[in-house]
């Protein structure tokens, strides 16, 4: 029992060294300062043994793309060498969307394949007509970038130096780029490092054997967790905006004795419009709302994943046919998918879920002309207020829900780049109010000091984050463009905008929504809980 609770630890250390390493390495901010990667170790065949609490729109994803992966390898009669490493970023069979690209790499041990690590990062540029290719006027996914099928990066160890030329070659930044993706093989490198001194030191029988033990467990403790839910099915709906007015998600989630199953029918159908959402998506949004609102910690590994069942139309916003494009879909609609499972959950386990947080990851693209024949792209998103609960108020100014991303520096983005910021600051007011507060977005400011196009796929501009038991919702979130001549105009969420040199850009995020209505007595209540956070 001590020996596998070791081999378990470890293992899962390998997952956070992995993401330590690739951090380290990594050229653009969005990976070395913002952290938007995540790591992963699995089994033979390909099933989630351990992964690191990194980035939660890939952590589910993982498990979809792995077992795409493992596929399209059998349909083509490839096994993966020691010393090979597969890399791509085609969303319909890694799970996300272009800019996360993904490298798989095979463990071997005394000439057997025992194992595989995995990692994802957010590459800032992945070619398209865009800077930063997430195009919020993408028709097709050919719009979006440059498309990876699965080929192998590393043979037998040796990097291909064709097929590194031909991805890197193909971004916008190509020296980012390669620094970028370098830091991806070298993070699967110590991964494949560590995993064989665990085979090592325990044994491949006695490792395998545990890794088996701490799924079955994993998915043992999580139906134990549920247990105590009531049973039955319940229903939700929220929407997203469009350029053709709004998008509707509906699911009904139904609580069994031996699993959770989400039914999205009923969902509005695909569109030619980049917030559709491919299974790896739609998948790892309601298993992270699942495990938010588990009240014991559940190992997030196959076990706890194999006890959701996602079920959503083909054809529809949740389930698109290639090649719709996906871009916003990893972004976007991945937050308003956790919004309405944890909606559902309010109704099945009432007083545990909290209102809504802000509901948007307010994605900044921006890009230009160095003057040297070369471009610079800048990618980040904004936090903003997360939702109240039933015992104390939302937190202001963070990300919430599918990204768990840190802020990019303002030090760091105005050395990089041609950028002044002028405010970074909380959107007083902006929360929802109630029993508990909702917290305060964000308003982030800056002047460009190029002409540059700047880019924005956001959301909940026009609807507000719902607020739960009587609360009132959080305000919405707007975009502002200040011209040099001083003519302001308002943007829509999803957008692109030429700028010229020292034209400001203005977003403010929306605030979380409280939760109860308030009274006399609640709002003593409400200041004495805000005055303990």
Not at 33 to 55: F, K, N, T, W
Not at 88 to 113: C, F, Q, R, W
Not at 322 to 340: C, F, K, L, M, Y
């Amino acid at each position: 029992m001590a020996e596998s609770e070791i081999i378990s630890k470890a293992t899962q250390y390998v997952a956070e060294e992995m993401g330590a390493a690739l951090k380290r390495s990594a050229i653009s901010p969005n990976i070395r300062e913002r952290m938007d990667h995540s790591c992963a170790v699995l089994d033979s065949d390909g099933r989630i043994v351990a992964q690191a609490e990194h980035i939660p729109v890939h952590l589910g994803s993982f498990r979809v793309g792995a077992r795409n992966i493992m596929s399209w390898l059998q349909a083509h009669n490839l096994i993966l060498e020691d010393g090979d490493m597969l890399i791509t970023n085609d969303p319909y069979i890694s799970g996300t969307h272009l800019n996360d690209v993904t490298l798989m790499a095979p463990v071997y041990y005394e000439g057997k394949l025992l194992a595989y690590v995995i990692n994802k990062a957010h590459n800032v540029d992945v070619g398209g007509p865009v800077f930063g290719s997430l195009n919020p006027h993408a028709k097709n996914l050919f719009q979006e970038g440059l498309i990876i099928p699965p080929v192998r990066l590393l043979k037998k160890g040796i990097l291909d130096p064709d097929v590194f030329s031909f991805i890197v070659n193909n971004f916008k930044d190509p020296d980012t780029a390669n620094g970028d993706i370098n830091a991806q093989i070298a993070a699967n490198k110590r991964g494949i490092s560590r995993v064989r001194e665990i085979f090592e030191r325990f044994g491949p029988e006695d490792t395998i054997s545990s890794w088996n033990q701490l799924i079955k467990g994993s998915r043992d403790i999580a139906i134990f967790a549920i247990s105590g839910w009531k049973k039955g099915k319940f229903y939700s709906e929220d929407y997203l905006e469009t350029d053709y007015g709004t998008a509707v998600i509906k699911a009904a989630l139904e609580v069994k004795n031996n699993g959770i199953l989400v039914d999205f029918s009923g969902t509005s159908p695909q569109l030619e419009y980049p917030i559709n959402a491919v299974p790896g998506v739609t998948f790892s949004a309601t298993a992270f709302a699942i495990r938010s609102a588990l009240d014991i910690d559940v190992p997030t590994n196959e076990g706890f994943y194999s006890m959701i069942d996602v079920r959503a139309d083909q054809g529809s916003l949740l389930n698109p046919d290639r090649p719709h494009p996906v871009s916003g879909g990893n972004v976007e609609t991945t937050q308003r998918i956790a919004d309405v499972v944890l909606h559902a959950l309010s109704d099945c386990i009432p007083g545990a879920i909290p209102s809504a947080s802000s509901g948007t990851m307010f994605n900044i693209m921006l890009g230009g002309d160095r003057g040297n024949g070369t471009y610079w792209t800048y990618y980040e998103t904004i936090g903003g207020g997360n939702g109240a609960s039933r015992i104390r108020p939302g937190v202001s100014g963070v990300h919430s829900n599918m990204t768990n991303t840190l802020n990019t520096p303002i030090e760091v983005a105005e050395r990089e780049y041609p950028l002044f910021f002028t405010s970074y600051t909380l959107r007083r007011g902006s929360g929802g109010k109630g029993l508990m507060k909702g917290g305060d977005g964000i308003i982030r400011s800056f002047r460009v000091l190029k002409p540059s196009t700047l880019s924005v796929i956001a959301d909940r501009f026009k609807i507000p984050p719902y607020a739960l038991m009587g609360g009132g919702t959080g305000k919405t979130g707007a975009l502002f463009i200040v011209h040099s001549d001083g003519k302001r105009v308002k943007c829509p969420s999803k957008c692109i905008v030429e700028l010229n040199e020292n034209d400001e850009v203005i977003a403010m995020t929306p605030g979380g929504s409280g939760y109860g209505a308030p009274s006399k007595e609640n709002k003593r209540r409400s200041r004495r809980a805000e005055e303990e956070v």
